[in-house]
């Protein structure tokens, strides 16, 4: 299963599928049929893709394998940084997942992607430059942290909340030790995975104030720096810095991405059940 090109947010069409508009809503004539035969759940992709990013290479294959061993079937539209800028550009999706592959070209459309997923319930998965993003904007959004910037995007800012690692992760693998009692620690079943980076920022200070406000740091490294934050209280909100779409070949999902999916076949569900006949 390829992404599913559709005509750009700006009307003009494209030859290259980097960029993708939301899906059109149903006609009204066409709901009853939709709720005999319920269309895919819509899952946000939501980064600049390019062949550059080995991950953005693994997604297809992982969206097939998620449709043929667990029949989750995903309806995914690729939305580049400076699309999701747009007011709503991921209103209507049953999930976000803010892909690795920063830095993005438009930090700001990254970051208004995450906040509607997060303040709208959408289920929502970030990796690598995603998860150094969610908590950026919760930062920002939720803790009144307006000044605090990420390191590779404003070199010059006088207060990062995003900084380089002491140690590169780009394309090593470490153990994570998982939170007992926490959504990570269900999906995995264990207190203690080993996982792929690749990636050479991390979050450092202001930890302590993201924690107050209700972000949930559930897996950190074995020197005991964050891997894993969560959202307590929202249907899926997930972000993690190692990327789980790198795990294995391919053929079998890392259990967070089946997670995610999972989700937003259940928010589709309802959405489709809210309908009116």
Not at 2 to 13: E, H, I, L, N, Y
Not at 63 to 75: E, K, N, Q, T
Not at 120 to 130: A, K, R, W, Y
Request: contains cysteine.
């Amino acid at each position: 299963m390829t992404p599913t090109a559709a005509r750009p947010a700006s009307g003009t069409a494209s030859h290259i599928a980097s960029h993708f508009a939301p899906p059109p809503a149903p006609h009204p004539a066409s709901r009853t049929s939709a709720r005999t035969a319920a269309r895919p759940a819509r899952v946000a992709l939501v980064g600049d893709r390019t062949p550059n990013v080995v991950s953005h290479a693994r997604i297809p294959r992982l969206l097939d394998a998620l449709a043929a061993r667990d029949r989750l079937v995903l309806d995914p539209y690729w939305i580049p940084s400076e699309d999701a800028e747009a007011d709503g550009a991921v209103r209507g999706f049953d999930a976000v997942w803010v892909v690795p592959g920063s830095p993005y070209r438009s930090e700001a459309g990254v970051l208004a992607a995450i906040r509607t997923a997060r303040e709208e319930g959408i289920p929502f998965l970030g990796t690598c430059g995603g998860f150094q993003h969610a908590l950026l904007e919760f930062a920002r959004a939720v803790c009144g942290l307006t000044g605090v910037a990420h390191a590779e995007n404003d070199p010059g800012a006088q207060d990062f909340l995003i900084e380089p690692l002491a140690c590169s992760l780009a394309g090593h693998e470490a153990a994570v030790r998982l939170e007992p009692g926490s959504l990570i620690h269900s999906l995995l079943g264990s207190e203690r995975t080993v996982e792929r980076y690749s990636c050479n920022y991390g979050p450092s200070r202001h930890l302590d104030t993201l924690r107050a406000h209700g972000l949930r740091f559930s897996g950190r490294d074995d020197d005991g720096a964050v891997r894993i934050a969560e959202l307590p209280g929202h249907p899926f909100f997930v972000a993690t810095l190692f990327q789980p779409e790198l795990s294995g070949d391919g053929s079998q999902p890392h259990p967070v991405i089946r997670a995610l999916a999972r989700a937003a076949v259940g928010h589709a569900a309802a959405r489709e059940a809210r309908q009116p006949v």
